[in-house]
């Protein structure tokens, strides 16, 4: 069975101010390049020198839209990429990639072939799909690399390390194929008790150990790359970092956010003490209250849980969200903004005046993570990639918010 690859969006060319660009816009997600390119630059001047930094620009980039991210992070200077199945692989090489790329997850072996044909380095689990590479290798007149992905305690995916032993050393009489290194990944990279990771890379270790001549090693994800250096070998596979974030438990270099993600109010009305607001009414006006009616639900992403809970920034002020959160808009209080009208501007992840709501702000208030608050964020938002406020594409799911 094959996977059949969603249509690409359309990407146009601006070079146009974000004004511009947004003010036909109900609601949208900005992703400023230059701010990830400088990432880049801080983290590989932090792993320094004989470390690829392997961008794992899996599930849409995190969000942030990986038509626009992943060929800015190849000028950026990334070593490598890494996604996890084989059609996120293939829409990199799409979208013109050139440098190596890993697919992290399981794939099925009659999709050999098209891995091979793309160039692209897949984490093979078993001897089936090394006797599939190796046959459509041979028949490419190519050399398909592999992985091997070594379950070191995580208890997910991967080979115990007798069995990738195994695997390596059959596979590696297979004709057109290079094992070209191994890999792990941790349990605990988030706790600040590392004994666990330890015990991982000494069962890591005692595998790579034997498997010498497959020189190309990586364990370490952004939490592990910046508090563990040890564990960094040939290259480490950071996805949240490039974003601008940090895990909770993990200190280092200065980063910059790179996502915001904004709405522009669509009703802007008012309601008397005592009465309710959205499904269920939930929320019931203290005094009488503004309302501002922003243009994004649950299902862009902005989950239903923050209802009640978080708060969003209009004018430089804090508004709190008010009500349940729909599928397609959520309220907010905007008494206390001052004069606001429709079409003006709500902040949900980013910086207004001297105000930011960070994503990590908003994991927090949802009761999650930050790489699930972006990776939530849905493809019918507009991207607006960006560098320090000058538009450089902008891709449209559908169509549905240009004018
Ligand atoms: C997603 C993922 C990463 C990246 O993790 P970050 O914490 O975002 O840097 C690394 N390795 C594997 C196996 C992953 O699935």
Avoid at 170 to 188: D, Q, W, Y
Avoid at 279 to 294: D, E, K, M
Avoid at 312 to 321: E, F, K
Avoid at 324 to 336: A, G, K
Wanted: charged content about 20%.
């Amino acid at each position: 069975m094959t996977n059949v690859s969603p249509p690409a969006p359309e990407t146009r060319r601006c070079g146009a101010t974000l004004a511009d660009a947004t003010s036909a816009l109900n609601s949208w997600v900005e992703v400023n390049l230059a701010a990830q390119a400088r990432n880049v630059a801080s983290l590989k001047a932090e792993l320094g020198p004989g470390v690829d930094l392997i961008a794992v620009v899996k599930a849409n980039a995190y969000g942030a839209g990986v038509e626009g991210v992943a060929p800015a992070l190849e000028t950026a200077g990334v070593d490598r990429f890494a996604v996890v199945w084989l059609d996120e692989a293939l829409r990199l090489r799409a979208l013109g990639l050139t440098r190596p790329i890993i697919v992290l997850g399981h794939t099925p072996p009659p999709r050999a072939a098209e891995a091979v044909n793309a160039g692209i380095t897949l984490t093979c689990e078993s001897l089936d799909l090394a006797r599939a590479l190796s046959d459509a290798a041979v028949a490419a007149g190519r050399v398909s690399k592999f992985h091997i992905h070594i379950d070191s305690g995580l208890h997910r995916d991967g080979l115990t390390p007798a069995e990738g032993l195994e695997l390596a050393i059959a596979a590696r009489s297979l004709p057109g194929l290079l094992v070209e290194g191994l890999s792990t990944h941790m349990a605990n990279s988030d706790e600040l008790d590392d004994s666990y990771s330890d015990a991982q890379y000494a069962a890591f270790e005692r595998v790579a150990a034997e498997l010498a001549w497959a020189p190309y090693r990586h364990a370490a994800n952004t939490a592990t790359a910046l508090r563990r250096g040890a564990f960094r070998l040939n290259g480490v596979r950071i996805g949240l970092a490039l974003h601008g974030i940090l895990p909770a438990n993990t200190a280092g270099p200065q980063l910059e956010p790179v996502l915001a993600l904004r709405g522009r109010l669509i009703r802007v009305h008012e309601v008397p003490t005592g009465e309710g607001v959205s499904y269920g009414l939930t929320w019931r006006a203290p005094r009488p209250s503004r309302l501002g009616l922003v243009p994004i639900g649950y299902a862009d992403g902005w989950r239903r849980g923050l209802g009640n809970l978080g708060a969003v920034l209009v004018t430089g002020h804090r508004c709190p969200m008010v009500g349940r959160v729909c599928m397609d808009q959520f309220l907010i209080d905007i008494t206390d903004a001052g004069p606001v009208e429709v079409g003006q501007v709500a902040t949900l992840i980013g910086t207004d005046g001297s105000a930011a709501i960070r994503a990590e702000d908003v994991a927090a208030d949802a009761g999650t993570i930050p790489w699930d608050t972006l990776s939530s964020l849905q493809a019918r938002l507009p991207r607006i990639f960006h560098r320090d406020g000058l538009v450089e594409s902008v891709t449209d799911s559908g169509g549905l918010h240009h004018a």
